[in-house]
């Protein structure tokens, strides 16, 4: 019986587009139907209403026995819940007042009240499957509103007093895990927006062992082949970046799991040293960044408010745009979900060449031929172009930048060559070059040369803690 109502219940996000469309349809044809022009079909409204009722009910009925597998929250299912109940009942009573005739004011006012519950039922439902701010998120966006405000704590500005977890790793599984492991909903019985429900697991048990990240699921899943159905997030979900992969596994394997430790107290070599320093300054420019940031640069932009067609342009094209100001007239652009991005697309970057400030072109397939492009982004601030096969050839270009703040070229193949062009950058507060071919003694000259104004990042922690 329990795997029979699991399968039922599974059949849920199946069967429940029946009575959505079914109701959008008697619904419609309801009006229609008191019009002259379509009075022929008042004789199909009765049978309309009768299936819309009875696909309602079983929608409901096996919704019920989803809710029994407890991969949700009580209280967001139970909102679900009612509201279908009421649509169904709803419909049955439409059902009814048509049989006996009752009077044309009070079924346009039940045939009302049932599309306000189609769509109260279907928003909530939405919730419960993508996250409360499913439908709201991009709306903000549009209007230029900040998003919703992150549970993580603000990073400090002092990488090694950052707690790794709630500075660095909380804010990932925010972003990633949170629509199918937070407070609303908990496939598997697991919930990950707290320590206690980290440690405590789920329903196959533990999933973070200290010191094994091989052996927790926390790691494990998340290296999985994404055919494999254990694979988390699941295929079709925000992935995580091999970035924010790597954090997890160090802070399993070397910092041992533990919710409190400081990135000071973890141990660290090199190249982890570098990932942390790149998350931090990620961080730092993103939820406390961007509002730290306006005084200095967005202060002055005189800029239009974007095109919406360019910005759909450039979101259709895979690429995140984040408003960066209320008044939309500056952005900021990541192509995480666009490896494949190439110069051949560059150009399309440059319709918003007055809005543009923060430009984020990691590990796509950019050359020098895209940056002889980008160099038109004349208010760039922010400009990440680790792990791509930019040159000294192209990094010559971004002498046209002058208000560029950061620059990250992380494993490049840039020279001491370039370093007379980062030299040159008056408002340049920020650069890394670990894993380039920039020589020590390159990095001594420019650090010299900048003194205090400039950070440089060569895979060791900088006397400099100048913030971005």
């Not at 020590?440 to 971005?468: D, H, I, Y």
Request: proline share 4%; net charge neutral; with cysteine.
């Amino acid at each position: 019986m329990e795997h029979l109502l699991q399968f039922a219940g599974r059949l849920h996000p199946l069967v429940v587009h029946i009575p959505i469309g079914v109701l959008m349809l008697t619904v419609s044809l309801h009006f229609l139907a008191f019009t002259n022009r379509y009075a022929r079909f008042r004789e199909l409204l009765p049978m309309l209403w009768l299936i819309s009722c009875g696909s309602a009910v079983f929608a409901s009925l096996v919704g019920y026995a989803l809710s029994l597998e407890g991969d949700y929250a009580p209280e967001a299912v139970a909102t679900h819940m009612w509201l279908g109940i009421g649509l169904s009942a709803g419909a049955g009573l439409i059902y009814l007042l048509l049989n006996r005739n009752t009077g044309t004011r009070l079924q346009v006012a039940g045939v009302g009240a049932v599309a306000f519950l189609l769509f109260a039922t279907g928003h909530y439902g939405g919730n419960l499957t993508h996250g409360e701010d499913y439908l709201t998120q991009p709306l903000h966006a549009f209007l230029g509103q900040a998003p919703a405000v992150t549970t993580a704590a603000p990073p400090p500005q002092n990488l090694q007093e950052a707690v790794v977890f709630e500075h660095l790793v909380k804010p990932v599984l925010e972003q990633k895990c949170y629509n199918c492991h937070g407070a609303t909903k908990q496939k598997g019985k697991l919930r990950l927006d707290a320590e206690k429900f980290i440690t405590k697991g789920g329903k196959h048990g533990e999933i973070l062992l200290a010191g094994q990240a091989e052996k927790s699921d926390l790691y494990a899943r998340l290296v999985l082949p994404e055919e494999d159905d254990k694979r988390m997030p699941p295929k079709g979900k925000p992935q995580l970046t091999e970035q924010e992969i790597k954090l997890i596994y160090w802070w399993i394997a070397r910092a041992g799991g533990d919710f409190k430790k400081t990135v000071a107290e973890a141990e660290a070599d090199e190249t982890t040293k570098q990932l942390l320093t790149d998350l931090h300054a990620s961080r730092l420019a993103g939820a406390a960044g961007m509002v730290a940031a306006a005084d200095s640069e967005f202060a002055g932009l005189n800029a239009p408010k974007a095109s919406p067609a360019d910005v759909k342009q450039l979101q259709q094209m895979g690429m995140a745009v984040t408003f960066l100001t209320p008044e939309q007239n500056a952005l900021g652009v990541n192509l995480v979900n666009v490896p494949d991005f190439s110069d051949s697309q560059a150009a399309a970057l440059l319709k918003l060449r007055d809005q543009l400030l923060w430009l984020d072109l990691s590990g796509t397939q950019i050359t020098d031929k895209a940056l002889e492009q980008l160099a038109q982004l004349k208010h760039l601030t922010r400009l990440s172009l680790d792990n791509t096969a930019v040159t000294d050839e192209g990094i010559a270009h971004l002498a046209k930048l002058p208000s560029l703040r950061y620059l990250n070229l992380y494993n490049t193949s840039v020279t001491d060559k370039s370093l007379p062009v980062l030299e040159a950058l008056e408002h340049l507060r920020a650069v890394h070059l670990w894993q380039t071919r920039v020589t020590p003694q390159g990095v001594a000259a420019l650090q010299k040369a900048r003194g205090q104004q400039l950070e440089v990042n060569f895979g060791s922690e900088s006397a400099n803690t100048t913030s971005l």
